[in-house]
């Protein structure tokens, strides 16, 4: 959807999946597109109904964890449009992760015993379960790949205070354990997801979405553990299977590195598999959006009045 002007409008933003309308000077208004990106880079084709599965997803989980920190979450005025507070962010995201999976393992693998500044024993297969979850931070890049940085470094760089960054920590581990226990009662097990927070009003909010397939990684918890136990890979729902295929066809985002070849049958899988994520996390079956282009426009426009007029 192009960029479209809606009452009150102050500024425009375009993300990698989002498109980012200010309103006035306290509101946001986010519509989840349908493109995809993998390593930050944003892929050629979009995924029909991708949009709409982490908007819905999102809403779900923040008002499933909306007794846990404030979030900025207030209307969702289309499937795939959500508006709240605006807030000023951290630059750094929180990365909480159950399992020895992705990014992890790829590190593990590569000899590192070290992620974070946290130490790693020997001897894990992939995907193995931590005893507890642990915290991964990484900055925020504007532009190009975010970069693993420990919690001293944050502390130093100023990124956050030491009560702020408590704070945040607690935050997310009572969000990830809240994750994990909407994920058991469907069958699922959250391996690992992000979080990124900011404060508006002197007061820490969470921001964006959580729990979706492109910020977690989800597999089914039936045969998790045999699985895991005999080096093999589980079954997996999230956005990690197409970092596996991009990554088969020679692509993690460098320089140089061309973009495999997204066919038709690649697209329809993508777009298969988030449904059927959708689905069940859930619970609930998929309804593709009804409203067009414009139609969502006009509710967009709608919800500023909304949002600034009361």
């Known amino acids: 959807m192009p960029f479209s002007t809606l009452p009150y409008q102050t500024g425009f933003y375009r993300g990698k999946v989002r498109d ?31 949009g709409q599965v982490l908007n819905q997803i999102a809403a779900h989980m923040l008002r499933q964890c909306a007794d846990i920190c404030p979030n900025w979450l207030l209307d969702v005025p289309a499937p795939n449009v959500s508006a709240g507070w605006k807030c000023e962010p951290f630059k750094i995201e929180i990365v909480v992760r159950g399992t ?3 990014h992890a393992w790829r590190t593990y693998q590569s000899g590192s015993r070290q992620l974070c500044g946290i130490p790693l024993p020997e001897g894990l297969n992939e995907n193995a379960s931590f005893p507890t979850p642990i915290i991964t931070p ?23 205070t030491p009560e702020e960054y408590r704070m945040i920590c607690e935050y997310a581990l009572a969000l990830f354990e809240r994750g994990r226990q909407l994920a058991h009662a469907r069958g699922l097990i959250l391996a690992d997801t992000k979080y990124e927070f900011g404060k508006r009003d002197g007061k820490i909010y969470l921001m964006d979405e959580i729990h979706t397939p492109d910020s977690s990684r989800y597999f089914r918890a039936e045969g998790f553990e045999e699985k895991v136990g005999k080096g093999e890979k589980p079954e997996q729902l999230s956005k990690e299977f197409v970092r596996e295929w991009l990554m088969s066809e020679g692509f993690m985002g460098q320089a140089g590195q061309a973009i495999p070849e997204m066919t038709d049958e ?21 309804i593709p959006n009804p409203f067009s282009e414009k139609e969502t426009v006009e509710l967009m426009k709608k919800c500023a009045q909304r949002l600034v007029e009361g």
Do not use: C
């Open 138 to 160: 990484s900055t925020k890049a504007a532009a190009g790949h975010d970069e693993d940085i420990a919690a001293d470094e944050i502390i130093r760089q100023q990124l956050a």
């Open 266 to 286: 690649r697209v329809h899988e993508i777009s298969n598999r988030y449904i059927q994520l959708y689905e069940k996390v859930t619970g609930e079956n998929f």
């Open 100 to 102: 020895l999976t992705g």
């Open 20 to 50: 980012v309308y200010s309103i006035g000077s306290d509101w946001l208004i986010m519509l989840a597109s349908d493109r995809i990106s993998a390593f930050d880079v944003i892929l050629p084709r979009t995924i029909p109904f991708k």
